[in-house]
Antibody, heavy 122, light 105 residues
Framework: QVQLVQSGAEVKMPESSVRVSCQASGGTFSSHAINWVRQAPGQGLEWMGNFVPIFGRTNLAQKFQGRVTITADGSTSTVYMELSSLRSEDTAVYYC???????????????WGQGTLVTVSS | DIQMTQSPSTLSASVGDRVTITCRASQTINNWLAWYQQKPGKAPNLLIYQASTLKNGVPSRFSGSGSGTEFTLTISSLQPDDFATYYCQQYNSYSFGQGTRLEIK
């Protein structure tokens, strides 16, 4: 049974960057995509992007292009999401989620991490 | 971008009721649609994918249907554990519906 374990909560200053990690265990890391989804307080779900290890490919939502970097360390089955130029509107819970391969990207998200709260405040 | 519109936003129902949530896509997405359940303070949980395929372990009272632009999630007989927020998601460009909060009447 796959398990995704995320790094702990962060408090960041505006204009800084944050990096959240997601370590996968119990599954085949390279044969799935890892997606990043965020949820602002009291709001819905927003897809940010994904990394597909088998292709070494990153797909990003247009909104986050230029501000999000997704990388991976295959030796530890860990995917990292870095969000830069933080602003108060980026305060949210950030989730990683495993996706089944679908073309060069992902289909449905069948396992989720526990979430990481990122608070942006001066 | 593909917009996903769920209705209703809030649904009040009782244990044992049959309920249906609708999700409409702004353009055709074939059957590339998933449904998730989310409880407060928890990560979403996949219920259905490919519009109508139940994830292993999900109770059979959940069902999904539709293709193209209109989809439904039906819960045949509500159980206490089902009161939660439900989201649809298309996996062409991954947008989610705004959510439907299912509350106890």
């Amino acid at each position: 049974q796959v398990q995704l374990v995320q790094s702990g909560a962060e408090v960041k200053m505006p204009e800084s960057s944050v990096r959240v990690s997601c370590q996968a265990s119990g599954g085949t890391f390279s044969s799935h995509a890892i997606n990043w989804v965020r949820q602002a307080p009291g709001q819905g779900l927003e897809w940010m992007g994904n990394f597909v290890p088998i292709f070494g490919r990153t797909n990003l939502a247009q909104k986050f292009q230029g501000r999000v970097t997704i990388t991976a360390d295959g030796s530890t089955s860990t995917v990292y999401m870095e969000l830069s130029s933080l602003r108060s509107e980026d305060t949210a819970v950030y989730y990683c989620a495993r996706g089944q391969l679908f073309g060069y990207s992902s289909s449905h998200f069948d396992s989720w991490g526990q979430g990481t709260l990122v608070t942006v405040s001066s | 971008d593909i917009q996903m519109t769920q209705s209703p936003s809030t649904l009040s129902a009782s244990v044992g009721d049959r309920v249906t949530i609708t999700c409409r896509a702004s353009q055709t997405i074939n059957n590339w649609l998933a449904w998730y359940q989310q409880k407060p303070g928890k990560a979403p949980n996949l219920l259905i994918y490919q519009a109508s395929t139940l994830k292993n372990g999900v109770p059979s009272r959940f069902s999904g249907s539709g293709s193209g632009t209109e989809f439904t999630l039906t819960i045949s007989s509500l159980q206490p554990d089902d009161f939660a927020t439900y989201y649809c998601q298309q996996y062409n460009s991954y947008s989610f519906g705004q959510g439907t909060r299912l509350e106890i009447k």
